[in-house]
């Protein structure tokens, strides 16, 4: 199932609905994103509706220097990977700007599969790791480098409100293992790297992050970014892209 969650274009003031995409038509749901699927009936056109990020969670963990560039040895895997946590207010949806943060110059986009998780999980081995997995969307992990602490913390250059577009829908079928990311900034290609070339897989990922804190359904993993990502300015639009997944497409903004 592919379920995305929107609002429609002729109710902008009524909430937030999930709907699970069927032949290019979004057929309404109930019910929230975990609860079994139960159809109202009414069916949407993607041009009639505002598509919203997928979920909103209660932690996003993103993943650094997880990708080995194509050609590059694979270094060993680590005991634990560069992780850090974005705050809420980076999650935007398909569509909405990026705005940069004042003198924050040097601003890139990542491309990433973004894991959504199921079910609350602990101590989850890597054997295990599938059953906590919702499913899969498409993440834009954007980055100010020129934030990042001279000490060597991301905290702040990865924390900016609007750093973490998703979507547009969650794939609860999707198989991570032969995902193939993309990125391209204002059409030119920029990014095209497969997830074989990930140093610590998915299913290892959440073991060692449901290791020392329990993961909540909805909470999201970015599980790094291929070679390739690139700088984007104000009045650049990126799309960040995993093939079966869709496409992410947001314009960047000047600082308002
Ligand atoms: O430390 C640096 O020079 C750069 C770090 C980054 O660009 C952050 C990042 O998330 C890159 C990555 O995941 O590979």
Redesign the pocket.
């Known amino acids: 199932m592919k379920i995305a969650r929107f609002v429609p274009l002729a109710e902008p003031a009524s909430p937030a609905r999930f709907g699970v995409l069927e032949e290019g038509l979004l057929r309404e749901l109930s019910g929230g994103l975990f609860d079994p699927p139960a159809f109202t009936g009414r069916r949407f056109g993607l041009a009639d509706v505002r598509l919203l990020a997928p979920v909103m969670p209660r932690h996003i963990i ?6 080995t560039a194509p050609g590059e040895p694979k270094p060993p895997e680590p005991d634990m990977p ?1 992780l850090f946590f974005k705050p809420l207010g980076t999650v935007i949806g398909p569509g909405d700007p990026i705005m940069l943060p004042n003198g924050a110059n040097r601003v ?1 986009f ?1 491309s990433e599969v973004a894991v959504v998780i199921g079910r609350t999980a602990r101590r989850i081995r890597p054997e295990d790791a599938d059953g906590v997995i919702f499913g899969c969307t498409v993440a834009n ?1 954007v ?1 100010a ?1 020129d934030l ?1 602490h001279p000490e060597g913390h ?1 905290t702040i250059g ?1 924390a900016c409100d609007t750093f973490c577009p998703l979507g547009p829908v969650i794939d609860t079928a999707f198989d991570w293992r032969s995902a193939r990311i993309r990125a391209s900034v204002n059409g030119v290609p920029k990014q095209d790297g497969a997830m074989a070339d990930i140093i610590m897989p998915i299913d290892r990922l959440i073991a060692c992050i449901s290791g020392f804190m329990t993961l909540m359904p909805g909470d999201v993993i970015l599980t ?2 291929p070679a390739g ?1 690139d700088w984007v300015g104000a009045g650049d639009v990126v799309t960040c892209a995993v093939d079966g997944l869709g496409e992410l497409t947001n314009p960047v903004a000047a600082p308002a």
């Open positions: 993103g993943i650094g220097k997880n990708f560069i890139k990542e992990d980055s480098l990042f991301w990865k790094g970014t990502a």
